[in-house]
């Protein structure tokens, strides 16, 4: 069965309910890939991504620390950081709000609530209403993309409440078999400007 194909008792069920079964199927079959593959697949879509005009110009570039399965980003952490680049990475507040602060070396992350890596909480915020003057790249985590831009989230909600208020670019980064055909959205789902796979870069035009 297509992982998009789902159903409950013969039944479609809601939303909410579809994108938490769709989830669980993701992971697990993120989780069945081997460690070597991954890790191949991870070094292409970080060279394909350091080769882009959207991140060799940016002047801010907004990150994330990866856990379990997701793509292996610190070493884009690193180039960002070697570049000189003004580099962020996310923590998680009250009320599945989320805060963007600068870092200057990973030796500034300590385990947060959800033993993921965040920034201290004294470090420099990154104000998101700069991110058009910074020419500033948001790199977006995803459990899966669909071939419209479309993301599957882990379900706390955190970057649909922060990406309406960032005006710079959005980058989803996955694996080109991963990206399905469609996914369950609703009104509050952003898409992403393009995905970046290990085979090239898609982009999105309105609609």
């Not at 989780?31 to 191949?40: A, F, G």
């Not at 599945?96 to 965040?118: K, R, V, Y």
């Not at 201290?120 to 669909?146: G, H």
């Amino acid at each position: 069965m297509p992982v998009t194909d789902i159903r409950i008792g013969g039944k479609v069920p809601g939303l909410a309910q579809r994108k938490r079964e769709l989830r669980r199927l993701c992971l697990e079959r993120r989780k069945n890939r081997r460690t070597d593959d991954r890790s191949l697949l991870d070094g292409a879509i970080i060279t394909r991504i350091t080769g882009l005009a959207c991140f060799r110009f940016a002047n801010a570039v907004l990150l994330y620390m990866p856990t379990g399965t997701e793509i292996d980003v610190r070493p884009l952490i690193t180039a960002s950081l070697e570049a000189g680049k003004l580099t962020a990475l996310p923590r998680c507040g009250d009320n599945h709000s989320m805060t963007f602060h600068i870092i200057e070396s990973p030796d500034q992350l300590s385990a947060g609530a959800f033993g993921i890596l965040e920034p201290d909480i004294d470090l420099p915020a990154y104000d998101p209403r700069n991110a058009e003057k910074d020419l500033a790249l948001c790199v977006i985590p995803a459990v899966a993309w669909d071939k419209n831009g479309y993301r599957l989230g882990s379900g706390g909600g955190y970057y649909d409440r922060f990406l309406p208020g960032f005006a710079g670019a959005r980058a989803g980064l996955a694996y080109e078999e991963d990206i399905l055909d469609s996914l369950p959205r609703g009104r509050y789902d952003i898409r992403s400007d393009f995905i970046v796979t290990e085979k090239g870069v898609r982009t999105f035009s309105d609609g």
